[in-house]
Structures are given as structure tokens and as C-alpha cells.
């Protein structure tokens, strides 16, 4: 048995280097010397287009492309661009349609024409996975070329051309976890973004894909992709900019704008249903504004992933406000506990966090409604007021003026400020009681609105002087109408330091002009003082070690 399947396979192994002549038997073709240099490519290249008998040099540049790189990469990619100009001639010249009373002669060396093609094109996608940037640019490149060599001169539409043609499979191969990300973005920026039918196609084709199950890595790679695509610049231009030339006199949907967002709709909710990691959901939910929001004719089918993300918290949560707003505002989505998970974003880690400048500029939008409870506003003015208490500078400088936007936007909790305690807090000499509840999650029981911002007070003894000095403005009129909050998002422990070291400095500073002989010990010169620190501390143990 096991030498009738070598048979099989050695008749199998033949069939690619011989020509059938259409009288049920297969002459063997001679096989053409290997090409040792560019120039003997070139003359075999040009042999094949001069005549038919030439033909047994394909099989030979094919088998030359599947050698090893190394010192004849050149040469494979020569051999590889000149196979490309000899189908695409052999096209051209319908060398490979059957005419309809073709002899059987000619319409078996169409299929053998054929076949060799198919090869080349399984060729040209394995060169994507190589290590050479060269190799994988210039398959690239061919197999594009192909695909238009095919419209030109096949009597095949548009639409059969793009999904049955090799484009299909290019698409799955560049989403493969052997494709590196350089051929990626070379797809996109050459053909997927200024193409409006390879767009299309693709779409479509990256549909397919994700409608089974996709590993990690390639789910990692087809989100890549739509997030180097710049949408708004297609929506500002008409659908006519394609890469193969329409057959016949209908207009394809491919230039309809409804119908490219209908394919992107498609894809994007396959990937929203698939089984996303933390990861790939936060990547997700950061394109959700410029990438996904575009894309979409029905927002609303946007709605059970984004309230999904907004109740997983965290980070989560943060990256799905935006998105989780915009529906509210342009599609009245219901979702009452808004303000309440809102409200339980606001912990300390929030201001140490490197999403803090994004997370108060929602937030400034979140709260500027002046139809908002002014119980709800109170609870965040308090929340934020107590957090500043252990805050870094940095984080600080933003929440003040915050403070200040939110108590103009909404005078009824101005008198926060100057709420007096009662006259029993002052001589019952244990102080007062803040009535305001920091452990109550909903921000209309949390008696906010009762209290009073002396943590803001606080702020104005802080060791920084910039917190000090901007945690002022609470206690002066308000005649300013408002912060930019964008003046203050930026600043970090470097950018507060750099500032203080760039400022001019107009009083020298107090300095100890004496260079004192010992620190932590009794100065044995008389003419010198002992300092607090050993007045009041024994160090002398410091002298024995």
C-alpha cells in the first residue's frame, strides 16, 4: 500500500513540470536550466513571452523563488516580478481564457496556465511571513497587481474578482500570526486607506474572518488595522477613488457611504461580541470616538457594550465614559445610575492616575448641565475637595479650579464656603462634625450639601506655594467667569519643579552663612552654638561607631 501512495505522490510531484496535449497523455517537459543571476531570469522571462515552447521555465522561476534568501534574495525577488509581468502579459493576451471552441489541446494548457498561477499566488502570500522587509513589501506589491491584471483582462465582475479571487486569502494572511505589523501598515497606507473598493472588500473580508473564533493575537492584529484607518478622511470625499475599474455600465454600492459603513458596522460588532480581553476592551473602548462612532448608522447597537464596560470599573469604566455619553446625549439612552458610577470613578487613585487630565475634562462636560440636583453637584464639589487632602501637587492644581467652575455653574452650592459652625462645636471643644458621608455611594444621600469645604482651607497652608496660592481663589470673589481646566491638565511633579527652578529669583534666600564643624554633636568651638537638634536629642552614640 505504502508504494502505491509513493506513486501517487510521485505521479503528483510530476504534474507541475509537464503540459498535457489534450490526447490523455502528458508530455515531460525538459527542465529548464536554474538561473544563477538576474540577467539569465530576465532571458528566461523573456524567452516564455517570446513563445509557447518556453513555457517550462515558469515551473523553473517558481521553484527559484522557494530557495532560501540569503546572498540570492535579490535574484528571488527578480524571479518573483517577472513571473508577475509574464501572467499579467499572458492575461493580457487572453493566453489564459478558454475561447468558447477552444480545442482540447488549448484548453488544457489554459488549465496547466492556470494552475501555475495559483501557485504563484500561494508563493507570493508565504513571502508575507518572511523576515525580509524587501521580500514582504515587493509580494505585497505583486499580489495587488495581480488582482488588477485579473480585472483587466478575465471576463469575470468586480464583486467575483474581490471575493473570489485572491484577495480573500491576502486578507487572511495579513491578519495571520506570522505576518509582521510593518506589512499591516503598508496595506493600509497603500491601498486600504486611499482605495475605496479595497476598503470595501476588506471589510468584508476581515468580516469573515472574525465570524469564527479568532485567537488573541490575530483579534490584536485586525483591531490594528482599523485603528490605523482614518474614516473622517473617506467621509469627506466621494466614493470614487478605486483600485479596479468597474465592468459594465451599473454603479456598484461600493460608492455609497451607507454601504461602507454597513460593512464596518459588521465588522466592528463581531468584534465587539467576540471574546475581548482587558486589553483589547480598553484599546476598544479609546477608539470608540474617532474609529467606531463613525462607523456606525445605528448607535444604539453600540449600547449593551459600552454599559458592560462602564459596570466592569476601573479603568474600564473610564475609557467607556465618553462613548457612554454620547448615546445618552444624541440617542436618549436610559441609564439612571449614570451619575452614581460617576461618582464612584472619584477615589484617590484617580488623581495619581496617568488617565487624570482625560477623566476631569468628562467630567467638566459630565457636570455643566445647570439642570443637575445641586445635592448631586454638592457630593462631587465634597468628594473632590476631600481627596485633594492626599493628592500630589500636580493633581491638586487641576481639582481647585475644577471646584471654582462647578460652584459658578451652580451658585445654590456657593454657600459651601462660608458655612459657619454652630455655636455647641465651639464650646463643647471637640470640634465639629462634618456631616458629609465619604462611604455613601449614591451622591443624593451622602448630606454634601449640608457641609462645608474647609479642606479647601486646608489647602491654603500647603508646603507647595503654587497649591497654596491657587487654593486662594475660593476665598476671593468670584469675578472670574471661568477656568480653562486645559491650563492646568498638564502639570506634573517635573513640569511644577522646572517652574520653580526657572523662576527669577528677586529676594536671596536666608542662608546659615557658617559652615558648621559638626552636626549631630556638641561643637567643641566655643565660638560656635549648639543647634536644637542636639539640645534636644543624644547623639553622642554616632561618635563611638
Known amino acids: 500500500m505504502s508504494d502505491g501512495i509513493a506513486k501517487k505522490r510521485k505521479r503528483q510531484d510530476t504534474d507541475a513540470d509537464t503540459i498535457p496535449n489534450g490526447k490523455g497523455k502528458s508530455r515531460k517537459i525538459e527542465n529548464a536550466i536554474a538561473p544563477k543571476s538576474e540577467e539569465e531570469i530576465l532571458l528566461l522571462e523573456e524567452q516564455v513571452l517570446r513563445s509557447r515552447k518556453h513555457y517550462n521555465s515558469i515551473p523553473t522561476l517558481l521553484n527559484y523563488c522557494h530557495e532560501d534568501g540569503g546572498e540570492a534574495r535579490k535574484e528571488i525577488i527578480t524571479a518573483a516580478v517577472a513571473l508577475c509581468r509574464i501572467f499579467c502579459r499572458l492575461m493580457a493576451a487572453r493566453s489564459m481564457s478558454k475561447p468558447r471552441d477552444a480545442p482540447p489541446d488549448e484548453v488544457t ?17 508565504s513571502f508575507l511571513s518572511k523576515p525580509d522587509l524587501s521580500v514582504r513589501c515587493t509580494a505585497l506589491t505583486l499580489l495587488m497587481r495581480l488582482l488588477k491584471g485579473e480585472s483587466e483582462s478575465l471576463q469575470l465582475s468586480s464583486d467575483d474578482i474581490w471575493r473570489k479571487g485572491a484577495f480573500p486569502s491576502l486578507v487572511s494572511k495579513i491578519i495571520d500570526s506570522g505576518t509582521p505589523e510593518a506589512v499591516r501598515e503598508e496595506f493600509v497606507e497603500k491601498y486600504l486607506q486611499p482605495y475605496d473598493d479595497v476598503r470595501f472588500y476588506a471589510f468584508a473580508g476581515l468580516s469573515d474572518a472574525c465570524a469564527g473564533s479568532l485567537s488573541e ?8 488595522i482599523l485603528a490605523m484607518l482614518d474614516l473622517k478622511v473617506a467621509e469627506d470625499k466621494s466614493m470614487d477613488d478605486l483600485y479596479i475599474k468597474e465592468q459594465g455600465k451599473r454603479r456598484h454600492k461600493v460608492h455609497n457611504l451607507a454601504a461602507h459603513k454597513k460593512q464596518a458596522q459588521e465588522l466592528w460588532l463581531k468584534i465587539l461580541r467576540s471574546n475581548l480581553s482587558r486589553r483589547q476592551r480598553k484599546t476598544v473602548l479609546n477608539l470608540m470616538a474617532d474609529q467606531i462612532v463613525p462607523s456606525f448608522t445605528r448607535l444604539e447597537l453600540l449600547m449593551d457594550f459600552l454599559t458592560d464596560s462602564f459596570n466592569a470599573g476601573g479603568s474600564i469604566s473610564l475609557a467607556a465614559l465618553s462613548g457612554l455619553f454620547h448615546l445618552m446625549q444624541e440617542k436618549n439612552l436610559d441609564y439612571p445610575q449614570f451619575y452614581t458610577k460617576l461618582y464612584s ?56 479650579p475644577s471646584i471654582y467652575n462647578l460652584l459658578k455653574n ?22 465639629m462634625d462634618d456631616p458629609f458621608d465619604m462611604e455613601e455611594p449614591d451622591p443624593m444621600e451622602t448630606d454634601a450639601i449640608d457641609s462645608s469645604l474647609w479642606e479647601i482651607h486646608t489647602l491654603q497652608s500647603h508646603y ?82
Open 410 to 431: 451652580h451658585p445654590t452650592c456657593t454657600f459651601m464656603i462660608h458655612r459657619r459652625p454652630e455655636y455647641s462645636d465651639f464650646t463643647s471643644g471637640e470640634g
Open 109 to 125: 494548457i489554459v488549465q496547466w496556465l492556470r494552475g501555475q498561477l495559483m501557485s504563484y499566488k500561494e508563493t507570493l502570500l
Open 345 to 400: 470613578l472619584l477615589t484617590s487613585e484617580i488623581l495619581h492616575s496617568k488617565h487624570r487630565s482625560r477623566f476631569f475634562r468628562l467630567l467638566d462636560t459630565f457636570l455643566s448641565s445647570t439642570h443637575l440636583p445641586a445635592a448631586l453637584v454638592a457630593s462631587f464639589i465634597k468628594r473632590l475637595a476631600r481627596l485633594t487632602l492626599f493628592a500630589p501637587p500636580a493633581g491638586i492644581v487641576v481639582v481647585v
Open 464 to 545: 507647595h506655594p503654587n497649591v497654596a496660592a491657587i487654593a486662594k481663589i475660593l476665598s476671593e470673589q468670584f469675578t472670574k467667569q471661568a477656568y480653562n481646566l486645559e491650563d492646568f491638565l498638564d502639570h506634573s511633579y517635573s513640569s511644577m519643579l522646572n517652574a520653580e527652578l526657572s523662576k527669577e529669583i528677586k529676594k536671596a534666600p536666608v542662608i546659615e552663612y557658617e559652615i558648621p564643624s559638626r552636626i549631630f554633636l556638641k561643637h567643641t568651638d566655643p565660638k560656635q552654638t549648639n543647634n536644637l537638634l542636639v539640645a534636644h536629642w543624644n547623639f553622642s552614640w554616632l561618635g563611638t561607631s
Open 217 to 224: 493575537e490575530v483579534l490584536d492584529h485586525v483591531i490594528s
